[in-house]
């Protein structure tokens, strides 16, 4: 996507790494149908050699939600394929080719909180908190929400987020399931950056493995998911890289687990 000053989306690569930027500062990075579309391009076309990617946002919050001043008037059909828009893009994010971090601060709310739970890992600073007031307005999610939140903290804290209009901290949103990670103000991207680098030393097939396969595992039955498991188990192990790898660590030249 072209960076402009006009533009919802703001992208930068340092190295392997693709920094996309929520850039609507004055909106509170409200969520309008550009930022969907422009994300759904981003992740339709991801740049050669980009191993991971991390969404993060500009000014005071991450995302205040649905961009209630480009709401129109929609009959049941046309506000179908509007929520199916948002499904094909936040589906690009999930099952896209990288791994995706989302770095969030301030409000993850509506339709901001819908983007960080297509991620695969979320990293909160101490200002982030998360909130669903579509119950409060007469309206229920649309972007995905009620399938992939309940997955993160379970259908009862997702629907008492919507009964009751309740405000979760960054705090209590890490010990529940929202986030993995908790930072002091201002250090979440530095954190998100050095996971990526992480992820981005992984075996491609493996990060492979667990952004597509391991979400229909935890979906399917135990009998098909343990044969899903035994199928990607012997795959990735018989890729090249993999064989590399295990040498290395059978010759004692790679790290244990804790150094």
Same mark, same amino acid.
């Given at each position: 996507?072209?960076?402009?000053?006009?533009?919802?989306? @703001?992208?930068?690569?340092?190295?392997?790494? +693709? $920094?996309?930027?929520?850039?609507?500062?004055? &909106?509170? =990075?409200?969520?309008?149908?550009?930022?969907? $579309?422009?994300?759904?391009?981003?992740?339709? =076309?991801?740049?050669?050699?980009?191993?991971?990617?991390?969404?993060?946002?500009?000014?005071?919050?991450?995302?205040?939600?649905?961009?209630?001043? %480009?709401?129109?008037?929609?009959?049941?059909?046309?506000?179908?394929?509007?929520?199916?828009?948002?499904?094909?893009?936040?589906?690009?994010?999930?099952?896209?080719?990288?791994?995706? *971090?989302?770095?969030?601060?301030?409000?993850?709310?509506?339709?901001?909180?819908?983007?960080?739970?297509?991620?695969?890992?979320?990293?909160?600073?101490?200002?982030?908190? @998360?909130?669903?007031? %579509?119950?409060?307005?007469?309206?229920? !999610?649309?972007?995905?929400?009620? !399938?992939?939140?309940?997955? +993160? #903290?379970?259908?009862?804290?997702?629907?008492?987020?919507?009964?009751?209009?309740?405000?979760?901290?960054?705090?209590?949103?890490?010990? #529940?399931?929202?986030?993995? @990670?908790?930072?002091?103000?201002?250090?979440?991207?530095? &954190?998100?950056?050095? $996971?990526?680098?992480?992820?981005?030393? =992984?075996?491609?097939?493996? =990060? @492979?493995?667990?952004?597509? !396969?391991?979400?229909?595992?935890?979906? /399917?039955?135990?009998?098909? /998911? $343990?044969?899903?498991?035994?199928?990607? /188990?012997? *795959?990735?192990?018989?890729?090249?890289?993999?064989?590399?790898?295990?040498?290395?660590?059978?010759?004692?030249? /790679?790290?244990?687990?804790?150094?």
């Amino acid at each position: 996507m072209d960076n402009n000053e006009t533009s919802p989306l @703001y992208t930068e690569i340092r190295g392997e790494i +693709l $920094l996309v930027r929520l850039s609507r500062p004055q &909106k509170r =990075n409200a969520m309008n149908d550009a930022t969907v $579309l422009g994300i759904e391009k981003i992740f339709s =076309n991801i740049p050669d050699g980009i191993k991971c990617a991390i969404i993060h946002a500009e000014g005071k919050h991450f995302s205040a939600g649905l961009d209630l001043t %480009e709401l129109v008037e929609r009959d049941a059909i046309q506000g179908m394929h509007h929520s199916r828009m948002w499904h094909r893009a936040l589906d690009k994010v999930q099952f896209g080719t990288v791994p995706v *971090i989302a770095v969030m601060h301030g409000a993850c709310v509506g339709g901001g909180l819908e983007l960080a739970s297509a991620c695969h890992i979320r990293v909160a600073e101490a200002s982030a908190f @998360y909130a669903l007031p %579509e119950g409060q307005r007469g309206i229920f !999610v649309g972007g995905g929400a009620s !399938v992939r939140l309940p997955k +993160l #903290i379970g259908m009862a804290r997702m629907a008492d987020m919507m009964f009751t209009g309740r405000v979760i901290s960054a705090e209590e949103g890490n010990t #529940i399931g929202i986030s993995q @990670y908790l930072t002091e103000e201002g250090k979440g991207l530095e &954190k998100g950056i050095e $996971l990526a680098t992480k992820i981005c030393s =992984n075996a491609g097939v493996t =990060n @492979y493995a667990l952004m597509h !396969v391991l979400p229909r595992i935890t979906d /399917a039955s135990q009998d098909q /998911a $343990l044969v899903m498991e035994s199928l990607i /188990a012997a *795959i990735t192990a018989d890729s090249p890289e993999a064989k590399e790898r295990m040498k290395l660590f059978l010759d004692g030249k /790679a790290k244990k687990v804790g150094e």
